[in-house]
């Protein structure tokens, strides 16, 4: 159980593009769900916090017009990357977390985002 | 032993030791905290938590220490196997703002050999 689903695992798009990450918890209903980044070598950044039903919490220097994320279920959070440029190759891990009182999140296998 | 890398420390042992990977947290008001191991590609696997009422945890082959006098945390691996190869993560939940969100900790890699 517990399973954290992300599509696609991995994309490539040319710059100016924009791409649509999504996460999905696959047997447990998550109110809350979290965006990261990840670049080489680097730990994971929280970018935002996403609430079902409201709108997501993002993190200080996340520009939210650029990375506008929708959890329009309790089973389904996306992430859309704006007019995608080189620099915001990276890799975009979401997790989700299955109720209010609890510290615990599950972690999904993160998708990797190559912008030429 | 440990050496720093371009960005990721990393603690190199032999099959069978045992591993120590330290983790130095920011806030006080943390109040718990978890192990993760992510292999390269993957999303991170949770490993271990403890909560600050604990000082430590036992789990199969894992031990979590946590010292809050000095802000450290600590992960040791009984009998290290080349499957434990991976970089491994320590998180916070600063519980800053009524959210449950994690901080993650730079991350150490773990170098087994045979």
């Known amino acids: 159980g517990a399973v954290v689903s992300q599509h696609p695992s991995w994309v490539i798009c040319k710059s100016g593009t924009s791409v649509k990450i999504e996460c999905r918890s696959l047997?447990?209903?998550?109110?809350?769900m979290f965006w990261y980044r990840q670049f080489p070598k680097q730990s994971l950044m929280l970018m935002a916090t996403?609430?079902?039903?409201?709108?997501?919490?993002?993190e200080q220097g996340v520009e939210k017009d650029k990375f506008l994320i929708n959890h329009a279920s309790l089973t389904l959070s996306t992430l859309t990357v704006t007019s995608a440029h080189p620099e915001d190759s990276s890799f975009y891990i979401c997790?989700?977390?299955?109720?209010?009182?609890?510290?615990?999140?599950?972690f999904g296998p993160g998708t990797r985002l190559t912008v030429l | 032993g440990e050496s720093v890398g371009l960005h990721l420390p990393t603690l190199s042992v032999q099959e069978g030791d045992n591993s120590i990977i330290n983790c130095a947290y920011s806030?006080?008001?943390?109040?718990?905290f978890i192990w993760y191991k992510q292999e390269s590609g993957k999303g991170p696997q949770f490993i271990i938590d403890i909560r600050s009422n604990m000082d430590k945890r036992q789990g199969q082959r894992v031990t979590v220490l946590l010292n809050k006098t000095v802000k450290h945390l600590s992960l040791q691996i009984a009998a290290t196997q080349p499957g434990d190869s991976a970089v491994y993560f320590c998180a916070e939940n600063p519980r800053s703002g009524g959210y449950n969100k994690l901080i993650f900790g730079a991350g150490t890699r773990l170098a087994v050999h045979p």
């Open positions: 997790s989700a977390r299955p109720g209010q009182n609890t510290d615990t999140q599950y």
């Open positions: 047997d447990f209903q998550a109110t809350t």
């Open positions: 806030n006080s008001a943390s109040d718990y």
């Open positions: 996403s609430n079902e039903g409201s709108k997501a919490t993002y």
